[in-house]
């Protein structure tokens, strides 16, 4: 790895980091933000969401405005974004207030993840990048790791009012970095006008590969991201009964577990395309083991809690491999784009997912802040027919994916 790439691929992953702790940091705030303002599971969803919806809202234009003006420039400065969002959020007493500091957030941090792919695929060879997405998405997911036990404990002595305002220095200190550090992408192609960009993203969403490639990713990433963040820790304190440390500690294993996996499966995929195993089934067979998972946690199987969990994490992130699946298939001057327009799909995913769990658990009464085990189990059976469902549209036959490639080439000549 040359010191080019690596300064791309330490800068962006910092970026994504961040964006990551952002989003599950209401998982160790929730107590906290409960007791002070009186919320239900169903505001606290709604609250917890609207970075999600934020951050979908943000995706078209991001995906443009990435391909047009790069991921440096892009990246830097809506990151400030985030951590006026993150100010606004720790100084406000009311709701209302809170809730336009969250989605201020998800706009900050709406380009992180497409702008670190995007750069991956400018610096790095394509048959590097399901390892390289992998690793961002490591790095990425120990922010997951940051929002369990190591937030419990700083929340133990500092108030989370207090941690917000260090989490806004820590993305300021970000931004500038990638501003003055990230390297400038030299583009290969003439750079089209922000009108035919914008066309070019109505194509993508109107193209049969892509969806077929996105059907069982956004989903289960939907999921994987919605419980993560949120509604974890829930079950783990109302279904199995640990006490918040445990629960903590175990939200913490199932971030590692989740930085193994995306680094695992990225570097196995390489290995098994030589074996001739596609990485498109090879992504098929992470997300159904990560569906399996799942039932055996709801089925309460006889294993080790850890074990369970660390499953969770490790197959929880396989959906990510989608993303160096859709590089193959379209061109290098739309991955900005089409890398934006799937993250697109999966944050409103993960917004109507948060909602509708919270939504489903206000149907029963709560108790001292615990639902009923039957309120959370029928959620998670919703979200495993929602899967199962897209896996059935995912392993259907359909056109050969090769094709797209020249239908991105066309769009944008």
Known sequence: MSSTQLRVFLLFSAGYFVSYVFRGVNLGFAPFITRDLGLSAADLGVLTSLYFLGFAGAQIPAGVLLDHF????????????????????GAAHSLGIMMVGRLLIGVGVSVCLGAAFKALAQHFPVARLPLMNGLVMAIGGFGGVMV???????????????VCVGLGVLTVAVALAQWTLAPDARETHGRASLVAQFKGTWHILRSPVFWKIASFSVVTQGVFYAMQSLWVGAWLRDVQGFEPHRAAALVSILGFAMMAGCV????A???????????????????????LTQLLIMFQAPLPASL???????????????????????????????????TLIIFLLIFGFQIGVGAVLSHWPASDGHYPALAHVTAWEILVALQVLSAIWYVLPGRRLARSAEMGAEQEA
């Open 148 to 162: 369990g036990s190591p937030l419990t404990w700083v929340l133990g002595f500092s108030s989370w009012r207090a």
């Open 70 to 89: 790069g991921a440096r420039r892009v990246t830097a400065v809506t990151l400030l974004f985030a951590a006026l969002g993150i100010w606004v959020f």
């Open 264 to 267: 695992g499966f990225g570097a």
């Open 269 to 291: 995929a390489r290995s098994l395309e030589r074996r001739g195993i596609s990485l498109y089934a090879f992504c098929g067979i992470g997300m159904a083991l990560y569906v």
């Open 308 to 342: 369970l969990w660390a499953a969770y994490g490790i197959f929880g992130g396989t959906g990510i491999l989608s993303y160096a699946v859709m590089a193959r298939h379209f061109p290098p001057q739309m991955i900005g784009r089409v890398n934006t327009t799937l």
